[in-house]
C-alpha cells in the first residue's frame, strides 16, 4: 500500500509495526466479480480462459516509499498488504466475470487447451501492465491484452487491449483510523474496481463480436443461426449455480439430473465440494470440482433454510443433456452492450 504522502509511507510503516508485534493482517487478495448483467441476452455459446502470459516488464520493486517508485504486482506481492495479481489469477478472475454475467452459455478457466471439451470458443491473453504506485503522485496501470479464437479451426475471431490507468484518491484510506485490516481491505477493494472495469469493457466487446457472427449466421467456427435448435451434452450433475450474499447458492436443480435426484433445490448453499470450502474461490474453479467423469460421485456440503448444520450429498455424475433453442434476436447489438455496461 503507498503511501499517504509523497514521502511517508504511512500505511505500509503501521502494518510493519503491528506485524512486529505479533498481529495479524490477511494481504490475501480473492477478486470479486460485478453483479449478473441485468436484462442482458444470453449468447447461445460456451467460453473457455485459458492461463494468461506474462508480459510485464522484467522487475517486482522499483523505487521507494519514501520517493518515487512502483510495484509489479503481477510477480510478486507486497509484503502484509496484498498477494502477487498473477496471470493465472487475471484468467480466473476474467472467466469468473464471464460466468457470473450471465452473457453465456457457460463459460469457465482451463488450465490447459487439452481440456477443452465442448467449449465453442477460447479466451488466451498477455498481462501486459501491473503496476502499483508507491505514492500518491506514481499512478496505477493495468493493462491486458486478450483474443478469442473458435475451438473447432483455431481461428481468430475477436482481439482485445484494455487498459486502466488511476491515481489513488489522499482520502482512500478515511474512516481506517489505525485499522489495518480496513486500510488493507479499502486497498483490495481500489484494485478489483479496476479489474471489474476492464473485465466489463472486454466482456461487453466480445459479447458485440459474437453477437455479431450469430447476427451473420455464421456456421462453422461461428455461432448458430438466431432461431436454430441446439442441443448440449456434458457431464455433471444438473446444477446451476451462482454467488449470492457470498455464498455459492443454487439457482436451480435440472429436473431429472442427478442433483435434484438426489434431493439438491433451489436456495440450497453449497458451503464445500469433496471436502474443500467453496467461500473465497472462483465460481469458475468450483464448477470444474462439480463437473467431472461420468460414474465418478461428488460430495457437496450443503445447508438448507431450517437446517442447523450442512448436510453431505454424495451425487454420482452422468451425462445432461439438455435441448434449447436460440430465439430471435430482439435487440440490437449496441442495446446488448449497453445493458451490460449498466449492469457493471
Known amino acids: 500500500m503507498r503511501g499517504r504522502s509523497r514521502g511517508w509511507g504511512v500505511p505500509v510503516f503501521a502494518v510493519a509495526l503491528l506485524l512486529m508485534a505479533g498481529c495479524s493482517v490477511n494481504s490475501t487478495f480473492v477478486y470479486k466479480p460485478g453483479p449478473p448483467v441485468a436484462g442482458g441476452s444470453k449468447l447461445p455459446v460456451k467460453v473457455a480462459v485459458l492461463p494468461f502470459k506474462d508480459g510485464t516488464d522484467n522487475f517486482t520493486d522499483r523505487g ?17 498488504t496484498m498477494t502477487a495479481l498473477t496471470p493465472e489469477l487475471w484468467a480466473k478472475s476474467f472467466a469468473e466475470e464471464l460466468a457470473v454475467s450471465g452473457s453465456f452459455r457457460s463459460a469457465r478457466f482451463l488450465y490447459s487447451p487439452s481440456e477443452l471439451a465442448d467449449e465453442d470458443f477460447f479466451v488466451e491473453g498477455t498481462l501486459t501492465k501491473a503496476l502499483i504506485g508507491k505514492t500518491w503522485d506514481d499512478g496505477n496501470e493495468f493493462a491486458v491484452s486478450l483474443r478469442a479464437l473458435s475451438r473447432s479451426d483455431k481461428r481468430p475471431v475477436w482481439e482485445k487491449e484494455v487498459t486502466r490507468k488511476w491515481k489513488t484518491q489522499s482520502n482512500l484510506y478515511a474512516g481506517c483510523g489505525m485499522g489495518i485490516q480496513c486500510s488493507v481491505d479499502k486497498f483490495h477493494s481500489e484494485h478489483n474496481k479496476a479489474m471489474q472495469g476492464i473485465f466489463a469493457e472486454a466482456g461487453a466487446d466480445l459479447v458485440a463480436t459474437l453477437a455479431a457472427l450469430s447476427g451473420s449466421g455464421a456456421g462453422e467456427g461461428g455461432l448458430p443461426p438466431a432461431g436454430e435448435a ?43 465440494v469433496d471436502g474443500t470450502p467453496t467461500t473465497g474461490v472462483p465460481v469458475a474453479d468450483t464448477v470444474g470440482r462439480i463437473r467431472g467423469v461420468k460414474g465418478t460421485s461428488v460430495t457437496l456440503g450443503v445447508l438448507r433454510a431450517g437446517w442447523s448444520t450442512p448436510r453431505d450429498f454424495t451425487i454420482v455424475r452422468d451425462v445432461i443433456r439438455v435441448g434449447t433453442s436460440a430465439p430471435p434476436a430482439q435487440e440490437s447489438v449496441e442495446e446488448t452492450i449497453e445493458k451490460i455496461l449498466k449492469g457493471k
Open 230 to 272: 441446439r442441443k448440449e451434452e456434458l457431464v455433471g450433475i444438473g446444477l446451476e449455480v451462482n454467488v449470492a450474499n457470498n455464498t455459492l447458492t443454487v439457482v436451480r436443480a435440472m429436473e431429472g439430473a442427478p442433483a435434484s435426484k438426489a434431493g439438491m433445490q433451489a436456495g440450497d448453499a453449497i458451503l464445500y
Open 64 to 80: 521507494s516509499v519514501f520517493s518515487s517508485g512502483h510495484y509489479n504486482i503481477a510477480k510478486a506481492g507486497i509484503s502484509a
